[in-house]
């Protein structure tokens, strides 16, 4: 039996601003090309436009972390099916965010019913009650339509796990880190772990207050990401990180950006201290060193979600 709720179109989720969580309005995806990098044993990433998706195939089908934006999922799929003809069986959605989920519908829609090899999609229980929620709230003007690619599979304990083509996949919560609904993925055997949009390692991660994100959050997700990947010689190689934009990374790339969120968290925690406000902060330039390296479109916003974050004492 398909489950059928009701849903409104991904404005619904109401987001602004520039970023990796923040695509334009009207995007055309029209020329968007899906490249496919092999990650380590089974493991692919796929990028186009929007977060990097995870594929894991084998003997049991296929596994996908993320779905990117609803159309381009024909692009996934054609690219997908170069990789396996197996079924999809799950999908795991790392948070709420559009360009993590805005695919789901349109993968749900397009695989075929199979009671013997079901599709399960799977999310942290914060992610679920926020699309279900803006799917009964609604706005203005937007339609109303069946949304079949909710994540129905939640859980809500610290972590979730599952076995899938020979290995262990386990799905951790981090709370209150980038959402408060945010998972990473650990692929046990390939020594893989999906990030979602905590590690962003060619920007400022988007530490979305208003979705119960926050700055301690953040670094104690980064933290956890370090605790589960071990580099090899050198500090280079070993488990491999796919972020929720960007290049494939390593553990050190993992530690050259936390280390970012730390001090800068320290610079604004010391000027709250003496009596700056945000405005302040803001001019003060904070994060002038990192900008070359994490871009500077983005800065502003990143010091206000800390500085807002520490101020709740997040």
């Not at 800065?299 to 800390?306: K, L, N, P, S």
Request: charged share 20%.
């Amino acid at each position: 039996m398909q489950w059928r709720v009701p849903v409104v179109t991904l404005a619904v989720f109401g987001f602004v601003g520039s970023g990796p969580a923040q695509p334009p309005q009207q995007q055309n995806f029209d020329n968007v090309k899906i490249q496919v990098t092999p990650v380590q044993k089974n493991i692919y990433m796929l990028f186009g436009a929007g977060g990097n998706v995870t594929v894991q195939v084998g003997a049991d089908g296929v596994l996908l972390v993320d779905t990117e934006f609803e159309a381009l999922v024909p692009k996934l799929m054609a690219e997908i099916r170069k990789l396996s003809n197996g079924p999809i069986r799950y999908i795991i959605n790392t948070h709420v965010h559009p360009d993590h989920v805005g695919g789901n519908d349109a993968f749900f829609k397009m695989i075929p019913v199979n009671p013997d090899a079901p599709l399960n999609i799977i999310a942290h229980s914060n992610v679920l009650n926020r699309m279900t929620a803006a799917s009964q709230t609604g706005v203005a003007g937007a339609p109303r339509t069946e949304y079949l690619g909710l994540p129905l599979d939640e859980y809500e304990k610290r972590f979730k796990d599952l076995h899938m083509n020979g290995e262990a996949v386990f799905i951790y919560h981090e709370a209150k880190a980038h959402t408060d609904g945010d998972s990473i993925v650990l692929f046990r055997g390939s020594d893989v772990v999906a990030t979602g949009d905590i590690f962003t390692p060619d920007s400022y991660p988007f530490i979305d207050i208003a979705r119960g994100g926050s700055v301690q959050g953040e670094i104690d997700a980064l933290d956890h990401i370090l605790e589960l990947t071990v580099p090899a010689h050198h500090q280079e190689g070993g488990t491999m990180v796919i972020p929720g934009h960007g290049r494939i990374c390593d553990e050190a790339d993992v530690v050259e950006f936390r280390d970012m969120v730390a001090i800068v968290e320290n610079r604004i925690q010391d000027a709250i201290k003496k009596g700056k406000t945000l405005d302040q902060v803001k001019a003060s330039k904070p994060t002038a060193d990192y900008d070359p390296e994490y871009g500077v479109n983005n800065a502003d916003r990143f010091i206000e979600a800390i500085y807002k974050s520490l101020q709740d004492g997040k």
